[in-house]
């Protein structure tokens, strides 16, 4: 499946503290439990990897990912949901491997909703597997909880 962008008008650059409101009015549309400013600037505080993907100067989504000692957590990943379903989320996820592969890690983490199917079906194609299940990890609507695929995948 090809994406439907032009690679030479977008492209990726480090999310500072300034773009925190941009970013958390993507996050708030796109979840129903969305990350907090708080969050990104723990996030960011830590050195964490932090990108923006731009196009034409309009932000399309980001990412964030924790380096471990020989793997990568990916934290967060997002697509503006009116950017969503054009291989946006596919070259993110293909920017950090290779950032993960620059950083000496062999393996990708991450955790996925139960319910996210969509998602699952995305890292599925990149190559991840299901690797296992962490019960009532993502908080959930009315004070509920929902449990979490792990999945990763080998560098």
């Not at 962008?5 to 958390?24: I, K, N, R």
């Not at 000692?69 to 946006?88: C, F, K, M, S, Y």
């Not at 993110?92 to 620059?102: F, H, I, K, P, T």
Request: hydrophobic share 40%; net charge neutral; glycine share 10%.
């Amino acid at each position: 499946m090809s994406a439907v962008f032009d690679s030479e008008q977008a492209g990726f650059v480090p999310m500072a503290e300034s773009d925190l409101d941009e970013v958390l009015a993507i996050e708030r549309l796109a979840y129903g439990h969305p990350w907090t400013a708080g969050n990104f600037a723990d996030s960011l505080r830590s050195g964490y990897q932090a990108q923006l993907l731009r196009s034409d100067g309009r932000l399309i989504g980001y990412f964030v990912a924790m380096k471990g000692v020989d793997e990568v957590h990916l934290l967060n990943i997002t697509v503006a949901p009116g950017d969503q379903g054009r291989g946006w989320g596919r070259l993110m996820l293909d920017a950090l491997a290779v950032w993960s592969r620059d950083q000496g890690a062999q393996w990708l983490w991450l955790e996925v909703r139960t319910g996210n199917t969509r998602a699952q079906r995305i890292y599925e194609r990149h190559g991840f597997r299901r690797v296992g299940e962490r019960k009532n990890y993502y908080p959930a609507a009315a004070g509920g909880r929902e449990d979490a695929i792990v999945m990763s995948l080998r560098l």
